[in-house]
């Protein structure tokens, strides 16, 4: 009696309910004790402070801090652990490298999403806890200089709004053969992460067409150039050399993802430049998913951004889709 709990005591009500009996810092009266023996607590920890060692709270308040890099907020720490959040939405990023260095320390434990996720305000990204009740200090501080090598690991980065441009080439819909069924389709998905389809243009198979299309939009200031259709490899499709013609550094033509085998990514004048699959027309989920939102937090992606899509990169196509609540996109390192 008159000591001080150095940790919540959690109570069980089978069937009912799980809560706190008594809470870290509260002093241990007479009245207490049956209570206790009632929970199966015939020794109790208590709380010395000793130097060099940290109270499990303390150490994961440190520790959540230094693992947080931008775009997050904390919840009150609860035995020992201190859950991160979302506070805008944006995309997910995690140095995984240097997560698993932190997670290599002996009685720290760091949980992650898994990177470049999409996630809404407030959803929890990661969970940060140290195992003891009490733990070194020396421990906290070696996260400490791990995680300041880059001001931090963990950041949800905001979706910029994007004006995008959407070229749609082939002769069948310029001519009105057919109707394009590409339009709402990239329209609702660039709206959906906070950006706008300013303008589509229909221009037929012809690479003259495809380079004046391209310049026109780079001169109306367009942020994202779009195109879709003539990204086969047919004769007649010519969408790939067009883009060349105008002036786009091709990046990569050709991805490790499946649906989105034939994307292309380009770079014209730092304007991102995207050829887009048929699949994005037809399939819910495809590699224009996994690069959009990349795209929109203003990352230049690389080659090496897209052959690292292989691992994970096979779609399963089940029948109720549960993206990003799967394996789809989520790369190796």
């Not at 997560?99 to 434990?109: G, P, R």
């Not at 709004?161 to 009105?176: D, M, N, P, Q, R």
Request: hydrophobic share 40%; charged share 25%.
């Amino acid at each position: 009696m008159g000591m001080v709990l150095c940790h919540d005591i959690t109570e069980i009500i089978p069937g009912k309910s799980k809560g706190v009996a008594f809470r870290k810092g509260h002093i241990i009266r007479e009245e207490d004790v049956p209570k206790l023996l009632n929970l199966g607590k015939a020794h109790i920890y208590v709380w010395e402070n000793q130097p060099g060692m940290l109270h499990e709270n303390d150490a994961a308040i440190r520790l959540s801090r230094t693992m947080a890099k931008g775009g997050l907020k904390f919840t009150e720490p609860k035995e020992g652990k201190v859950n991160l959040l979302a506070a805008v939405d944006g995309l997910l990023k995690i140095d995984v490298e240097r997560l698993e260095a932190v997670n290599e320390i002996d009685q720290i434990v760091v949980g992650t999403l898994h990177t470049d996720r999409v996630v809404k305000a407030g959803e929890q990204v990661a969970g940060c806890r140290v195992v003891p009740l009490v733990i070194a200090e020396e421990k906290i501080i070696q996260a400490e200089r791990i995680c300041q090598e880059t001001s931090g690991i963990i950041e949800v980065k905001p979706l910029k709004h994007h004006k995008a441009g959407l070229i749609t080439t082939g002769s069948e819909v310029f001519s009105g053969r057919i109707k394009d069924a590409f339009g709402p389709i990239i329209k609702k998905k660039l709206e959906t992460l906070g950006s706008t389809l300013v303008k589509q243009v229909f221009v037929p198979d012809d690479v003259e067409k495809i380079v004046q299309a391209v310049q026109e939009f780079k001169a109306q200031g367009m942020d994202l150039i779009l195109t879709t259709g003539g990204m086969s490899v047919d004769p007649d499709d010519l969408t790939p050399t067009g883009l060349k013609t105008a002036g786009a550094e091709i990046v990569a033509y050709g991805a490790p993802v499946l649906p989105g085998a034939m994307f292309l990514l380009a770079y014209l004048e730092g304007t991102p430049v995207l050829g887009l699959p048929g699949c994005v027309m037809y399939h819910k989920t495809t590699i224009f998913d996994l690069i959009l939102p990349r795209v929109l937090c203003g990352e230049v992606l690389t080659r090496r951004d897209l052959v690292k899509l292989g691992h994970g990169g096979l779609c399963l196509n089940c029948e109720v889709c549960t993206f990003p609540h799967c394996h789809f996109g989520k790369a190796g390192k």
